[in-house]
């Protein structure tokens, strides 16, 4: 008979695995939807904050029309911060920018 303690895990798990998986399907609908063909997601990178923060930042690199742009996210963990990066480009909140070598103008 399992403990409370697993049963208390296998839930956890659970709902942290179904939340991935909407995240990742998310991310999957957006990137297969013909109102995002101009735009060519190049790259979906995942760090901790630099300055030891908590939290986790999400850079996504695209191609729109020829230009470079880069767009940032943040959340306190991994999947929220994934999630908020893709709603935020559904929704046409990123606010992206040029994409230039980090430290020049």
Do not use: C
């Amino acid at each position: 008979m399992p403990s409370h303690t697993e049963d208390k895990y296998e839930r956890e798990f659970r709902r942290y695995a179904g939340r991935i998986g909407l995240v990742m399907m998310a991310l999957d609908e957006m990137m297969d939807a013909k109102e995002f063909d101009e735009m060519n997601i190049r790259e979906i990178r995942v760090k901790q904050n630099s300055d030891g923060s908590p939290g986790v930042l999400v850079v996504v690199k695209a191609v729109v029309e020829g230009r470079m742009l880069v767009g940032f996210s943040q959340g306190m963990t991994t999947s929220e911060a994934v999630s908020s990066a893709v709603e935020r480009i559904k929704n046409n909140s990123m606010k992206w920018r040029e994409d230039k070598p980090y430290g020049t103008v």
